[in-house]
């Protein structure tokens, strides 16, 4: 892939990850690069069933998962909180074992979750 020239406004959370370094560009593309690694060998998706990734999905749709402190519970939150939208009957799921996973997740998990639901919604918008 060829790189691409672009400029960015560095924020302090975006400082605060980078620290200080003689190549910026550099060094974001090391944090970005582990980063994905974290998020791949999570294999968060093998976790659930096609319909609990669904039923997952559909009850995060619209939700902002920022700052990353809020994401600890926020899936099984929503999760939880869609059982009287019929969410469980919808995707024909177990509430109960759905449920029990999410709570099993590791952070590293939940946000590799959270990274999977917001892909899929972004590739739903952009068709």
């Keep these: 892939m060829r790189a691409k020239r672009t400029s960015i406004y560095i924020n302090a959370p ?6 200080h370094s003689d190549s910026l560009s550099g060094r974001l593309g090391d944090v970005c690069d582990r ?31 920022a700052p990353a402190q809020l994401i ?3 899936v099984l939150a929503n999760f939880e909180d ?35 639901i917001e892909k899929f919604w972004a590739e739903v918008r952009n068709g």
């Design 35 to 65: 980063y994905a690694e974290i998020i791949r060998r999570t294999r968060v998706e093998q976790k659930f069933s096609e319909a609990e990734m669904n039923a997952l999905r559909d009850c995060c749709n619209g939700t902002i998962f």
């Design 72 to 74: 600890a519970g926020a």
């Design 82 to 116: 869609s059982a009287v939208d019929g969410l469980y009957d919808k995707w024909g799921i177990d509430g109960l074992e759905t449920a029990r996973k999410l709570n099993a997740l590791t952070f590293a998990e939940q946000v590799a979750l959270v990274e999977n």
């Design 14 to 19: 975006i400082m605060a990850a980078l620290g």
